[in-house]
């Protein structure tokens, strides 16, 4: 679910946005996970000079003695991303311990195709757990941006804490990618967790932000084939913010819809017309085979994106997809009666078997799941009409605002109550849940009955992040910020108890601190996504204790 879009049965989308209408609804140790606060390559990493490396570098999915390498070569003025043109490419890749490569420790080459976009993307092993490395790729005589990154530590090892940058929701044409500059000046970052809508597939001028489209999406069409898709990867990579900091710290990725369609289920999406557009999955093979290759993530032979990486024994991550698998969305209205049934999942059948084995079994203390939309419970109380028009908007709602958003879990109850009763029955504690999707800030406990809480048993928490720039509920209604939204964020709290905490205006990001004793999620918000120069404020922490429900706290965790 995403923004801006009226996903139910009474709003056409696309003839809404045409006619105006949807404008008047408006650390190198084994103690510490990441680096050090100085980091190993000083103030800055050096942006992408040289054509070939016109993209930058990156990396992800860090293990203890594997990371992937990313970059993309253009060999030629007429090999453009998408354009198919371009010879092979041998691309010799580098990694050491220190930016000046006086001992290469890892090295080889790749030859890079138009076959795979000349993309290029190495799973370089036999390096040891939990230290920062240099890499570095060299083609057609030019040398790439010296890139850092960071291995996970060994699965034995007992690291004093973890902190991860979590992100979602980066629409070009919204706003700019401050979140990401600030992530980047951090320097005490294991790897960012994106949990999805990395971009957008919208044309060009159709969903800007509160200052309208800031910058132009390329191409100017809506994506639809592997060529679009390309062209749109490629422009998200030459976004300056982005660049650094995925030059600066390892990402680890899972998708949502808007990198295929918006509203994505596994037979199609309410933003595909196959009149017009082809069959969907035509289209969903490309926007994958785009993903994977602009995408610093490690997959099998058979692409799936769900996958589990591991920190020491304080930590396992899983990051799950649930664009892939699913049942299609519930109708608003009569649909709601469909959202109980058990033939409708979320998940998919083996990803679920997957993911409640991987809980009950996981050997660390903090058991984190990337989860790209709410799994906490939410119900809408009757708001005056304008609120009501942009919460409905946003997230979906019924005009009536009766019960739930149905391209969350709330539309796949049965999903969810299997895998929270998987938790609870099971007695797995310390369960963290990190959200994007919906362009705002919340913290939940996790209930098994919402209606019993705050009294009934609990299985874990969730904190949702904000959008790095995607339209929220301020930006929909053109209020003042801390005005309209303040009233409903008390509405939706005082309704939904197990809502501790709601923020319906800000862009930004989080930062997840786990060490062995709690979990804290430390929220950041811009001061204007429509300044490249925005600065940043903290919104809010919110805690828990190993075994406990949420604890608002005064300030970020350092």
């Known amino acids: 679910m995403s ?11 696309r003839s809404a946005l045409k006619t105006g209408t949807a404008a008047v609804l408006a650390g190198g140790t084994a103690a510490v996970i990441g680096p050090a606060t100085t980091s190993l390559f000083g103030a800055a990493t050096a942006r992408a000079q040289a054509p070939v490396f016109r993209h930058g570098v990156a990396s992800g999915d860090p293990m203890p003695t594997a990371v992937i390498l990313w970059t993309r070569v ?39 195709t138009a076959d795979s976009d ?10 040891a757990p939990g230290r920062d490395y240099a890499f570095r790729f060299t083609a057609l005589g030019e040398t790439s941006p010296v890139g850092r990154t960071h291995t996970a530590p060994d699965p034995s090892a007992t690291p004093d804490r973890l902190r991860l940058g979590v992100v979602s929701c980066a629409n070009w044409e919204a706003g700019y990618f401050g979140a990401y500059r600030h ?77 295929s369609a918006n509203d994505a289920w596994s037979g199609g999406a309410e933003n595909h017309q196959p009149a017009t557009e082809g069959e969907w999955q035509t289209r969903r093979a490309a926007a994958l085979k ?19 990486l591991r920190f020491g024994t304080l930590a396992e991550l899983s990051m799950l997809d649930l664009r ?29 078997e997957w993911i409640s084995a991987g809980l009950v079994s996981a050997p660390v203390t903090w058991k984190l799941i990337g989860n790209p939309v709410m799994i906490a419970p939410l119900i809408f109380p009757p708001l005056e009409p304008a609120t009501t028009a942009a919460l409905t908007q946003l997230i979906g709602i019924p005009q009536a605002g009766i019960p739930a958003n149905l391209d969350q879990w709330d539309g796949y109850t049965a999903d969810r109550r299997k895998l929270l009763q998987t938790i609870a029955e099971n007695q797995v504690t310390d369960t963290v849940f990190l959200t994007g999707d919906i362009h705002t800030s919340w913290a939940a406990d996790l209930p098994l009955d919402a209606a019993a809480y705050p009294g009934g048993p609990t299985a874990g928490v969730e904190f949702v992040i904000p959008s790095v720039t995607s339209q929220s509920m301020g930006d929909i209604t053109k209020a003042p ?3 309209a939204s303040v009233v409903a964020e008390t509405a939706l709290t005082g309704v939904n108890r197990h809502l501790r905490y709601a923020e319906l205006d800000s862009h930004g990001y989080g930062v997840l601190h786990v060490d062995a004793e709690q979990a804290q999620m430390d929220w950041y918000y811009l001061t204007d996504v429509a300044d490249p120069n925005s600065g940043v404020r903290h919104g809010a922490s919110f805690a828990v204790r190993r075994g406990g429900r949420l604890e608002q706290r005064p300030a970020p965790m350092v």
């Open 324 to 352: 892939s698998y699913r049942s299609q969305q519930a109708k608003a209205g009569p649909g709601w009666r469909q959202v109980d049934s058990p033939d409708r999942t979320i998940t998919g059948r083996d990803q679920m």
């Open 74 to 112: 253009t060999p030629s003025a007429d090999a453009t991303p998408g354009s198919g043109a371009g010879d092979p490419v041998a691309v010799r890749w580098e990694v050491a311990s220190d930016e000046s490569f006086g001992s290469v420790l890892a090295s080889g080459t790749h030859t890079a």
């Open 183 to 259: 992530l980047a000046a951090r320097g005490d970052l294991a790897a960012i967790v994106h949990l999805g809508d990395y971009l957008y597939e919208y044309p060009r001028g159709e969903y800007g932000g509160r200052a309208g489209s800031v910058r132009a999406h390329d191409p100017e069409h809506e994506i639809v084939s592997l060529a679009d898709y390309r062209i749109r990867h490629a422009q998200y990579k030459t976004d300056p913010d982005l660049s650094d900091l995925h030059a600066r710290v390892p990402f680890i990725c899972t998708w949502d819809d808007h990198e």
């Open 481 to 483: 910020p801390r005005t």
């Open 290 to 308: 785009a993903y994977l290759e602009w995408m610093p993530v490690r997959t099998g032979a058979d692409a799936r994106l769900y996958r589990r």
């Open 118 to 127: 000349h993309t290029v993307k190495i799973d370089a092993s036999g390096l």
């Open 3 to 13: 923004l801006p879009e009226i996903i139910n049965a009474r709003f056409d989308r």
